[in-house]
T-cell receptor, first 108, second 117 residues
């Protein structure tokens, strides 16, 4: 699987958009980009995934650059409950492996 | 999304005893389940891949005789920590996939806290 690079931590004001970047410069053509988040002491929660096109669901939007070497997860209106570690995963095989992720802190 | 459930959520056991953790896919059939371990302030570490009806595939450094994995049905996989020791205390998480394609989403259970005293 392609390796990913994410900032260690970020913070965001409540009600504002949170934009979490992820670099995956070695991604290959059949590898999907997945985003999960993990709230303290819980299992990871699936957020969204995509291959080439931008995706949106009730939780977030995923923007993938045209060369697919990076992506951005957007939480349009962050709330305090969005404070979590966010993992960007690139899957080439069916086994997901996790990096360190980005610790997002949403403050009042 | 699909639901994966783990039981128990937390367990305390004495050193030297064995403890079993169950992972169930509640609303879909999972041919493949994954077991992870997570230590405080660290990321998830894959322990093994469990395929229904066959032996689990363990990651390097994970003792298969210590961490017994059984995947007897399409909705249930179990992890048994045998002869547990304090260093086995950790957060154990399972996940399940709807299929083997890389586009098939993987869903995670709530996790199980194991404390060995």
């Amino acid at each position: 699987d392609a390796k990913t690079t994410q900032p260690t931590s970020m913070d965001c004001a409540e009600g504002r958009a949170a934009n979490l970047p992820c670099n995956h410069s070695t991604i290959s053509g059949n590898e999907y980009v997945y985003w999960y988040r993990q709230i303290h002491s819980q299992g990871p929660q699936y957020i969204i995934h995509g291959l080439k096109n931008n995706e949106t669901n009730e939780m977030a939007s995923l923007i993938i650059t045209e060369d697919r070497k990076s992506s951005t997860l957007i939480l349009p209106h962050a709330t305090l409950r969005d404070t979590a570690v966010y993992y960007c995963i690139v899957r080439g095989s069916y086994i997901p492996t996790f990096g360190r992720g980005t610790s997002l802190i949403v403050h009042p | 999304g699909a639901v994966v459930s783990q039981h128990p959520s937390w367990v305390i056991c004495k050193s030297g005893t064995s403890v079993k953790i169950e992972c169930r896919s509640l609303d879909f059939q999972a041919t493949t389940m994954f077991w992870y371990r997570q230590f405080p302030k660290q990321s998830l570490m894959l322990m093994a891949t469990s395929n229904e009806g066959s032996k689990a595939t363990y990651e390097q450094g994970v003792e298969k005789d210590k961490f017994l994995i059984n995947h007897a049905s399409l909705t249930l996989s179990t992890l048994t920590v045998t002869s547990a020791h304090p260093e086995d205390s950790s957060f154990y998480i399972c996940s399940a996939s709807l299929g083997h394609l890389t586009g098939n989403t993987i869903y995670f259970g709530e996790g199980s806290w194991l404390t060995v005293v």
